[in-house]
């Protein structure tokens, strides 16, 4: 489905915005290149005369070798989804993915501010109230939203049929489980058997567990 047209997804060598891109790519079986920049690298190309994209943001994605530039992560996803048909074309079915993603996206917006907060006191209390209450009670809604799809699998489509937004809750829930975040621990996601199904099955996906194996 991907047609003539290359893909470069443009990053940093970590996870972040962008492992959900690349699952989808990889998922839907659609080439791309991954190219993964140091911080140094990209503030001398955001910096530059001519600056990679308009919005000098990363993750950037390059279509055929940069005729066609775009930024945001949201946004390279759901492309990306339509490009490898893991994100549907029917408008009520993508209204159920973009409501899901949108909840997730809302509960990142809520950690943002405890990991860009410098006094570290104040950091350790916002994460206690994120790891008591915040993360719990998305989770709860979360896993309400899956149940009310019938999601037997995954957490929007019944039966086999993963879509963008699995990859998603699948990262968030593996960056959580890291233990990156201080006073956040990664046992934060037990209580929830529904995300943790969801995630225990994007795992299983062959070019899932592939991706992992060589990165």
Same mark, same amino acid.
């Given at each position: 489905? *991907?047609?003539?047209?290359?893909?470069? #997804?443009?990053?940093?060598?970590?996870? +972040?915005?962008?492992?959900?891109?690349?699952?989808t790519f990889r998922?839907?079986?659609?080439?791309?290149?991954?190219?993964?920049?140091?911080?140094?690298?990209?503030?001398?190309?955001?910096?530059?005369?001519?600056? /990679?994209?308009? #919005?000098?943001?990363? /993750?950037?994605?390059?279509?055929?070798? *940069?005729?066609?530039? =775009?930024?945001?992560?949201?946004?390279? #996803?759901?492309?990306?989804? &339509?490009?490898? +048909?893991?994100?549907? +074309?029917?408008?009520?079915?993508?209204?159920?993915? !973009?409501?899901?993603?949108?909840a997730l996206n809302?509960?990142?917006? &809520?950690? *943002?501010?405890?990991?860009?907060?410098?006094?570290?006191?104040?950091?350790?209390?916002?994460r206690k109230e994120?790891?008591?209450?915040?993360?719990?009670?998305?989770?709860?809604? #979360?896993?309400?939203?899956?149940?009310?799809? &019938?999601? !037997?699998?995954?957490?929007?489509?019944?039966?086999?049929?993963?879509?963008?937004?699995?990859?998603?809750?699948?990262?968030?829930?593996?960056?959580?489980?890291? +233990?990156?975040?201080?006073?956040?621990? *990664?046992?934060?996601?037990? &209580?929830?058997?529904?995300?943790?199904?969801?995630?225990?099955?994007?795992?299983?996906?062959?070019?899932?567990?592939?991706? =992992?194996?060589?990165?």
């Amino acid at each position: 489905m *991907g047609g003539a047209q290359s893909y470069e #997804l443009v990053y940093f060598d970590i996870p +972040g915005l962008a492992e959900a891109i690349r699952l989808t790519f990889r998922v839907g079986k659609v080439q791309f290149k991954d190219t993964r920049l140091t911080r140094e690298q990209w503030a001398e190309m955001k910096n530059s005369e001519s600056p /990679p994209s308009a #919005l000098r943001t990363l /993750p950037m994605l390059r279509i055929n070798d *940069g005729e066609i530039v =775009h930024c945001e992560s949201s946004a390279i #996803l759901r492309y990306v989804g &339509k490009r490898t +048909g893991l994100y549907p +074309g029917n408008d009520m079915e993508a209204f159920k993915v !973009d409501e899901a993603s949108g909840a997730l996206n809302a509960l990142w917006a &809520k950690i *943002g501010p405890s990991i860009t907060e410098s006094d570290n006191a104040v950091k350790m209390r916002m994460r206690k109230e994120l790891a008591d209450t915040v993360i719990p009670t998305a989770f709860a809604a #979360l896993e309400r939203l899956i149940e009310h799809n &019938k999601a !037997d699998k995954f957490a929007v489509f019944a039966g086999d049929r993963a879509c963008t937004f699995d990859f998603e809750l699948y990262c968030f829930v593996r960056y959580l489980k890291r +233990g990156i975040l201080d006073g956040i621990p *990664g046992t934060v996601v037990d &209580k929830f058997p529904v995300i943790q199904r969801v995630v225990s099955n994007v795992e299983k996906i062959a070019a899932v567990a592939e991706w =992992h194996a060589s990165h």
